[in-house]
């Protein structure tokens, strides 16, 4: 039998794949964005507000830990031509990640921050670090928002 959270699942990554395909032809969006953000509605889609709200939380607070860091990755790698000397900064980059996120006590955001920390440091980049960094962090948005808003509006579930 089919649940309700599969189906309000199902939903989210609808509502985000509509909303990504209308904005594609006016250049905003690409397969890569519509990906992040369906990915993070599907995470984001728990049993109750409560944990949707909380799941977007560390996912938010990950992303925009990891893209800063990206992006200042992105840009020191625009310093420097060699290879090898930007993978053992990226490297260091994960430690400094890692250690960041348990300072501020966000140890449930260490590993989205770090996908998202590298999916910014090692991707070929036309927008320019900062553009790059923000649309990871607003794909990642809008499929917390999606999710959050399909879980409390539509049949929503007990406490």
């Known amino acids: 039998m089919i649940g309700?959270?599969?189906?309000k699942t199902a939903?989210?990554?609808?509502?985000?794949?509509?909303?990504?395909?209308l904005a594609a032809p006016l250049g905003y969006?690409?397969?890569?964005?519509?990906?992040?953000?369906?990915t993070a509605a599907v995470i984001c889609m728990q049993d109750s507000v409560e944990k949707s709200l909380k799941s977007g939380r560390n996912r938010?607070?990950?992303?925009?830990?990891?893209?800063?860091?990206?992006m200042i990755f992105l840009y020191i790698?625009?310093?420097?031509?060699?290879?090898?000397?930007?993978?053992?900064?990226i490297a260091l980059g994960v430690i400094a990640l890692i250690t960041?996120?348990?300072l501020l006590r966000l140890s449930e955001s260490v590993v989205i921050a770090c996908v998202v920390f590298l999916i910014i440091a090692l991707e070929q980049t036309v927008n320019g670090p900062f553009i790059s960094s923000v649309q990871r962090l607003l794909d990642t948005s809008v499929g917390v928002g999606i999710a959050i808003g399909?879980?409390?509006?539509?049949?929503?579930?007990k406490k």
Request: charged share 10%.
């Open 77 to 89: 790698d625009m310093l420097f031509s060699n290879d090898y000397l930007i993978l053992a900064i």
């Open 150 to 157: 399909i879980n409390h509006f539509v049949k929503k579930p």
């Open 100 to 102: 960041t996120c348990n």
């Open 29 to 38: 969006t690409t397969n890569f964005d519509t990906f992040l953000a369906c």
């Open 60 to 70: 938010l607070a990950g992303t925009g830990i990891g893209a800063l860091l990206g």
């Open 11 to 21: 939903l989210s990554v609808l509502i985000c794949m509509v909303l990504y395909h």
């Open 4 to 7: 309700m959270r599969t189906v």
